[in-house]
């Protein structure tokens, strides 16, 4: 057997871990034997999840190797010269004729470098096309956050967590999310800390956790409002702390009183002494933590419960002792690497409403990278149809033939991270490393594709054609001490720089328990529980599976299971048995699914796998209304009712 090379990366997909790892590539046969986690990253460790173990292997499955452009009777490969072509052309008359706002670039997290997401954007930026605001996933929980924080909107570093007593672990199930931050967790459990798991259903980090308290759907800013209240009742709130650090504390009290703990109870279907203890242990492990899911905020209603449980903190005495991201922690001139800087004109839209804008004829060119919409985003199916019609030209650049790529009129290849130079940002911690190119590939990197249209197109601006290695030295300026080192230290782990804990960019310079900001842009300074109207139907849930990073990892481990998981009550109230086939549907769409039965769901709520496809070929987030929140412009994927019969 030939001698493997130890080469170095990131891992860049849509995950808090971002792990850091050691490659074994034999250059013999030009390919990847394994790939571990590296142990030199405290937050890493030596294991890899499930995705990042088989990424290597992803690669060589079912690739893209060439252009593919539909014809009558399908896809036919065609040069990368010619794609280029036909790309520029389109661009030209679309521009000409419509406008180039009616280009729409979607791109997201498939891959989160910057040489792969950020840097590419240039070019879109400079012809003036639409671009998605990035606000699907965490729009909402951090416009909420923003309003008591200021322009920051993150929480505590991961690594803190060994050092905590207490840590609640709210809507987050890290065991699948986050796997190596849930060890570092559960290392600090074995060491005596306290571990609470707060969900509406019992997952696999309420099943390690010391405790598991079953709240309803939609209800958990009533229970932070009775952890809130129960503090203050029983002068535990760290009163020094509110004076020097915090404003409006008079206000959030008085607001949070009206409460009765009673009917908090009733509503959480959390015995009030449970409550009560609850945070009795909250206030005395000190320090403490509360790990917020970002599953909290895909809701109607579901920023008001994040943003009041990012100021439980406050009372106890932390500076951001909550985690929702660590990504806004670190200094980094994002708007120069994308190329915002350089532009005056910016066309942005909602990310959540991009299918219906499709659908609406909004736009006249697509152009989809480091994204599966078709899948993925509310109105799932609306985007897939938008995308086949004969007056919108799309293309799709990605590692594979996505659901969408098998819509679009031209693919473009693109590369696995092992196979170009990048650079990670994570947005769960701030450890990272350049990442260099491993495996030799004569497909193109994204950056390459770009200026080969820009060329054609006849652009000049040398801001389009900075080399992309200066262009990261200028936006990690600020980040490290000597930020040339990442390009020559291939081993070593670089910490980016942070802002302190301690610093809020509110207008009082302090922690606005209520906020001066809100009612300027339309909402409550204080938070505020919103029932929701419509009761009828089955609250349907959908979350990660350990196999896949949304849609992808599906050339490994076979489609996203097509389940509909019920509780065991209303199985036999609506005499469905195991593996029956089932009508998921609601005004949208109807979705079929095999029923499983779960003991872990609470009556009135089912459970299905983020971004499966039904049996019947239509996408579970067809059921998703594209409508976003009404703060940060994020999805509401949690606030669907549907119906379920036999198929």
């Known amino acids: 057997m030939a001698k493997t090379i130890i080469r170095y990366s990131v891992c860049p997909r849509d995950c808090y ?28 460790g030596s294991f890899l999840c499930p995705r990042g173990a088989q990424d290597h292997v992803r690669r060589r499955t079912r690739r893209l190797q060439r252009p593919l452009i539909k014809g009558p009777s399908g896809f036919e ?22 406008g180039p706002e009616t280009i729409l670039y979607y791109d997201y997290a498939g891959n989160q470098g910057a040489f792969t997401t950020l840097y590419p954007k240039r070019l879109w930026y400079r012809l003036s096309a639409t671009l998605t605001d990035w606000s699907l996933c965490t729009g909402a929980g951090h416009a909420a956050i923003k309003l008591h924080y200021g322009s920051k909107s993150f929480g505590l570093s991961p690594l803190t967590l060994k050092d905590r007593k207490f840590i609640l672990m709210w809507g987050f199930n890290a065991f699948v999310t986050a796997p190596h931050i849930w060890s570092f967790i559960r290392k600090a459990q074995k060491k005596g800390t306290r571990v609470i798991t707060i969900d509406v259903r019992r997952t696999r980090t309420a099943a390690q ?77 000190q320090p403490q933590a509360i790990m917020i899911g970002v599953a909290l905020q895909k809701s109607h209603s579901g920023w008001q419960a994040v943003r009041m449980i990012s100021l439980l903190p406050a009372l106890v005495g932390q500076h951001r002792g909550f985690f929702y991201s660590y990504g806004p922690a670190k200094v980094f001139d994002e708007e120069y690497m994308t190329g915002e800087a350089f532009v005056q004109q910016k066309n942005i ?45 799309t293309v799709v650049q990605d590692t594979h033939l996505s659901r969408t790529a098998q819509a679009a009129d031209l693919v473009l290849p693109a590369p696995n991270f092992l196979e170009k130079e990048d650079f990670v ?5 701030n450890m990272t ?65 942070t802002y302190p804990q301690d610093q809020y960019l509110t207008r009082s310079g302090k922690i606005e328990f ?30 990660a599976v350990s196999q896949y990073t949304n849609s992808q990892f599906q050339e490994v481990y076979g489609p996203v299971p097509a389940e509909l998981h019920l509780p065991p009550e209303d199985m036999e109230r609506l005499g469905i048995q195991e593996n029956d086939r089932v009508v998921v549907s609601n005004g949208r769409a109807q979705v079929e699914l095999l029923a499983k ?40 994927y949690n606030s669907v009712r549907v119906s379920i019969s036999k198929a």
């Open 17 to 44: 871990d971002t792990c850091t790892m050691r490659v074994h590539y034999d250059p013999e046969v030009n390919d990847i034997a394994r790939v571990e986690g590296d142990a030199a990253n405290p937050l890493i």
């Open 514 to 543: 209520y906020s001066t900001v809100a009612g300027e842009q339309g909402f409550s300074p204080l938070p505020v529980y919103e029932p929701g109207n419509n009761e009828d139907g089955f609250v349907l849930i959908s979350s």
């Open 209 to 285: 956790s010391d405790q598991f308290i079953q709240i309803r759907p939609h209800t958990d800013i009533l229970l932070a409002f009775g952890i809130a209240r129960v503090l203050i009742e029983r002068g535990m709130v760290d009163m020094d702390f509110v004076r020097s650090y915090t404003n409006g504390f008079d206000r959030l009290r008085d607001h949070v009183l009206s409460y009765d703990l009673d009917y908090i109870a009733r509503k959480t279907g959390i015995d009030r002494h449970v409550i009560e203890q609850l945070a009795v242990d909250y206030a005395s492990l």
């Open 597 to 636: 039965e779960d003991d872990s769901l609470q009556p009135g709520m089912v459970w299905a796998p983020r971004n499966t496809v039904g049996l019947n070929d239509v996408s579970l987030n067809q059921l998703i209304e594209p409508r976003p929140s009404v703060i940060g412009k994020g999805s509401t």
């Open 349 to 393: 839209i909602s990310q959540a409403r991009a299918a219906q804008l499709l659908r609406e004829g909004l736009f006249r060119m697509a152009f989809v990278t480091s994204a599966n919409p078709a899948v993925t985003s509310p109105g799932a199916d609306d985007f897939f149809k938008a995308i086949e019609r004969e007056d919108i030209f």
């Open 77 to 98: 490969q065609i040069s990368f010269g010619q794609a280029y072509d036909i790309i520029t052309r389109k661009i030209k008359e679309i521009s000409q004729t419509y």
């Open 425 to 429: 940002l994570p947005w769960g911690h």
């Open 433 to 497: 490393r350049f990442s260099q190119a491993i495996v030799q590939t004569d497909i193109p990197t994204e950056i390459e594709q770009m200026w080969k249209i820009a060329r054609r197109l006849g652009l000049h601006d040398q801001w389009l054609y900075e080399q992309p290695h200066e262009a990261l030295l200028k936006a990690l300026l600020d980040s490290l001490d000597n930020p040339g080192e990442i390009f020559t230290a291939e081993d070593r782990i670089f910490s980016l720089r």
